[in-house]
């Protein structure tokens, strides 16, 4: 069975643009999560996508943003791009609301850096 | 609200010794409890998870930990270290309420000397 997967593996971007990062669940898997992981300030929840809506969002700008597609794989659009925005971006996958008893399934994550 | 608390950023062991890597957490709710193991340059992997059933869970590579909820403590243990333990360990906390989302804490990474 295959993983979770995100594309690209690594994205360099200047101060500014915008970013897309995309990520394809576990075959199953309606809800897809996203997170930051930046130098020094650990794991953060950034969004969760269900069903093609959003649940919940963590405390992050609006220029974070996302959305689930039919076929529930997903994309995160970072607009604006600062250079504290550079950090590895992991996404998962779980079972609806099942995550609490299955644990979510991650990805191995995209490498954004701002320069 | 809920929150966890991994009480050390650093453990070092030696190969074949016990590993202990501490986590406390704090939850309004009635908790689910994970641990997952991020190797470098790699994804998460979970490694067990507490959800209300027995105490003492049992995960992949020989881990465990127990859930004490007189101490609000989830601490991860092994018997014996080996050099592929070698990893960032994540405890992580979710309130089984609403659309309740994962919280993590800061990690600590375990370093396994021969």
């Known amino acids: 069975e295959a993983g979770v997967t995100q594309s690209p593996t690594h994205l360099i971007k200047t101060r500014g643009q915008q970013a897309t990062l995309r990520c394809s669940p576990i075959?199953?898997?309606?809800?897809v999560y996203w997170y930051q992981q930046a130098l020094g300030l650990g794991l953060q929840f950034l969004l969760w996508?269900?069903?093609?809506?959003?649940?919940n969002r963590g405390n992050f700008p609006p220029r974070f943003s996302g959305r689930q597609f039919p076929n529930y794989s997903s994309e995160l659009n970072v607009n604006a791009l600062e250079l504290e925005d550079s950090a590895l971006y992991l996404c998962?996958?779980?079972?609806?609301?099942?995550?609490?008893?299955?644990?979510?399934?991650f990805g191995p994550g995209t490498r954004l850096t701002v320069l | 609200a809920q929150s966890v608390t991994q009480l050390d950023s650093h453990v070092s062991v030696s190969e074949g010794t016990p590993v202990l890597l501490r986590c406390n957490y704090s939850s309004s709710y009635s908790p689910s409890l994970f641990w997952y193991v991020q190797h470098p340059n790699k994804g998460l992997q979970l490694l067990l998870k507490?959800?209300?059933?027995?105490?003492l869970v049992k995960g992949i590579n020989g881990f465990e930990a127990e859930f004490k909820k007189s101490e609000t403590s989830f601490h991860l243990t092994k018997p014996s270290a080996h050099m592929s333990d070698a990893a960032e360990y994540f405890c992580?906390?979710?309130?089984?309420?609403?659309?309740?989302?994962?919280?993590f804490g800061k990690g600590t990474m375990l370093l396994v000397s021969p």
């Open positions: 998962a996958s779980s079972s609806t609301g099942l995550a609490g008893v299955t644990g979510q399934f």
């Open positions: 075959s199953g898997h309606t809800s």
């Open positions: 992580v906390v979710r309130e089984d309420t609403g659309y309740s989302t994962l919280t």
């Open positions: 507490y959800t209300s059933a027995a105490t």
């Open positions: 996508y269900d069903e093609g809506e959003e649940r």
